[in-house]
């Protein structure tokens, strides 16, 4: 079975950076694509970013857009989210995703994944 476990999480201030991993274990075959959604409080989960196997094709939420910077080491089973310029707005719990399909297009749909972690907490202040 697969899992994916974040860590990285922290407090940051406003401007700060933190950079997020994300491993995945178990049955670690075949390629795959990693996404990075969050869920701020109050508020649904939405789509941070998503990155292929290969990595040549990274996508970003508009919001995050220009600070967030997603990457992967596929040795390693590791996807990161390098996340700069971070503002109160950010503060959330990121959740990473494994997607399986053979798409040719990363997802920014969430039902598009098939395994998730249960999250880290990002907390940025003012």
């Known amino acids: 079975q697969v899992q994916l476990v974040e860590s990285g999480g922290g407090s940051v201030q406003a401007g700060g950076s933190l950079n997020v991993s994300c491993v995945l274990s178990g049955r670690s075959f075949g390629s795959y694509a990693m996404g990075w959604f969050r869920r701020a409080p109050g508020k649904e989960r939405e789509f941070v970013s998503a990155?292929?196997?290969?990595?040549?094709?990274?996508r970003y939420a508009d919001s995050v857009k220009d600070r967030f910077t997603i990457s992967r080491d596929n040795a390693k089973n590791t996807a990161y989210l390098q996340m700069n310029s971070l503002k109160p707005e950010d503060t959330a719990v990121y959740y990473c995703?494994?997607?399986?399909?053979?798409?040719?297009?990363?997802?920014?749909?969430?039902?598009?994944?098939?395994?998730w972690g249960q999250g880290t907490q990002v907390t940025v202040s003012s």
């Open positions: 995703a494994a997607d399986y399909r053979l798409n040719r297009i990363v997802s920014t749909h969430q039902d598009d994944y098939d395994y």
């Open positions: 990155i292929n196997w290969s990595g040549s094709a990274p």
